[in-house]
């Protein structure tokens, strides 16, 4: 049986996941609105899907968002290279702080 406690750090997590999916979708009409063919590379889908996300309304983003799912991806391959490499400002030092943490 769930506690109190644990309902509540559930429905925090909910929020904090909606929240996320807001901003990112958000982001990907704003993306889809100016320059469609980034949107598509960036978002990964076809032209038909960022027309799509393009016209979505405010009201319509919120109502996607709120689901206990992710709508973005973590390309974690992508991220590790990005962590190791010397091309971002204080990567050098972060992703030797963040990286040391799990691969000692």
């Known amino acids: 049986m769930a506690t109190r406690a644990s309902r ?12 996320l999916n807001f901003a990112y979708l958000q982001l990907a009409r704003r993306l889809a609105q100016g320059d469609s063919d980034m949107a598509m590379h960036s978002l990964g889908c076809g032209a ?4 799509a996300i393009a016209r979505l309304t ?7 968002s709120k689901t206990n799912l992710f709508l973005c991806r973590i390309d ?3 991220l590790s290279r990005f ?22």
């Not at 509540?8 to 929240?19: E, G, K, P, R």
């Not at 038909?48 to 027309?51: R, S």
């Not at 962590?83 to 000692?104: R, W």
């Open 8 to 19: 509540a750090s559930l429905v925090s997590w909910a929020t904090s996941i909606a929240d």
């Open 48 to 51: 038909e899907m960022v027309a």
């Open 58 to 64: 405010t009201e319509q983003l919120l109502r996607v």
């Open 76 to 78: 974690l391959r992508l």
């Open 83 to 104: 962590l190791e490499s010397a091309e971002l400002p204080g990567a050098d030092v972060e992703s030797k702080q963040i990286t040391g943490k799990y691969h000692s």
